[in-house]
């Protein structure tokens, strides 16, 4: 197996760094699956051993590498699957910000690794400085690769165009520090409520006028949720209770240059949050739903 890419241009290798930061937020280890034409990152639930994946982030390398070569494990299985430290590749791509060049490549020292070579300017002469770091890696075998494919979920009920993530982000937060769990409503008329209850109190905030990309209704509700949204038609109106924590991870998001994000619903079960940017990255949460 080989690996070898080049990134030169400064806006790639910045989002590139921002993207691998939010990925480090949501879990210590993740899997970086090496293709032909693409990278992927891949994060699976800490607690719960072999699962579908949590985040999936498809990252085009024609898109960030200026160079990319890559041979897999033989002719019939093309890809390399490599599980690693996301904490420990975000605080080695930190510089990236200021670099001039970073190459990435696999290669064998003390144990597998995948070694980052960046080159820095320097401040006082007009050489550049050559900075390595070498991340450990384990290459996962091949049968375990079907527990890393993209989660086949079902069908949303609605799919949402979501406000700034900034202001998402800030609205979640404040509601963590008095609930951990956060309800939240779409509607087909394009409104998006976020909702926390506790003993004391019960706390809106809504958005209006969201582009609604597909409803697949009528929504059946056979719940006391209900009560909440008395005044609108409940079955074009579908809800998931979600963990606050997760919801405000993925929210961290708003670093990244993006042009869109979506959030689908699968009625009380499942939330898919998606992340679009101009250089076709395409980043996917799933938050399982919180039934009682």
Request: one cysteine or more; hydrophobic letters at 40%; charged letters at 25%.
């Amino acid at each position: 197996m080989k690996f070898r890419a080049l990134m030169v241009d400064a806006g790639p290798m910045r989002e590139f760094a921002n993207i691998v930061t939010i990925i480090s937020k949501l879990s210590k280890e993740c899997i970086l699956r090496v293709a032909a034409d693409t990278l992927y990152f891949i994060v699976s639930d800490d607690n719960s051993g072999p699962a579908p994946p949590v985040l999936w982030c498809e990252i085009p390398q024609a898109m960030f590498f200026s160079e990319y070569q890559m041979v897999g494990l033989d002719d019939e299985h093309k890809d390399i699957y490599l599980g690693l430290s996301s904490g420990n590749l975000s605080r080695s791509l930190v510089t990236l910000k200021t670099a001039k060049s970073l190459k990435m490549k696999l290669t064998k020292k003390q144990c597998p690794c995948l070694t980052l070579e960046i080159e820095m300017p320097s401040s006082t002469s007009q050489q550049t400085r050559n900075v390595t770091h070498d991340i450990p890696v384990i290459v996962i075998p091949r049968k375990m690769w079907s527990e890393f494919h993209e989660p086949n979920t079902p069908d949303p009920d609605i799919s949402i165009e979501l406000p700034a993530l900034k202001q998402l982000r800030t609205t979640i937060d404040r509601m963590r520090t008095m609930a951990s769990e956060v309800i939240i409503w779409a509607s087909a008329a394009g409104r998006l409520t976020l909702q926390i209850k506790t003993d004391m109190a019960k706390v809106s905030t809504r958005f209006k006028e969201l582009r609604v990309e597909a409803f697949e209704g009528p929504i059946d509700h056979s719940d006391s949720e209900t009560e909440s949204q008395a005044n609108e038609d409940m079955s074009r109106i579908c809800y998931c209770r979600v963990d606050a924590k997760k919801l405000s991870m993925f929210l961290s998001a708003d670093q990244v240059t993006h042009n869109r994000t979506l959030c689908s619903i699968v009625h009380k079960k499942l939330v898919i949050l998606c992340l679009h940017t101009e250089e076709n990255v395409r980043l996917q949460c799933f938050i399982s739903g919180i039934v009682y």
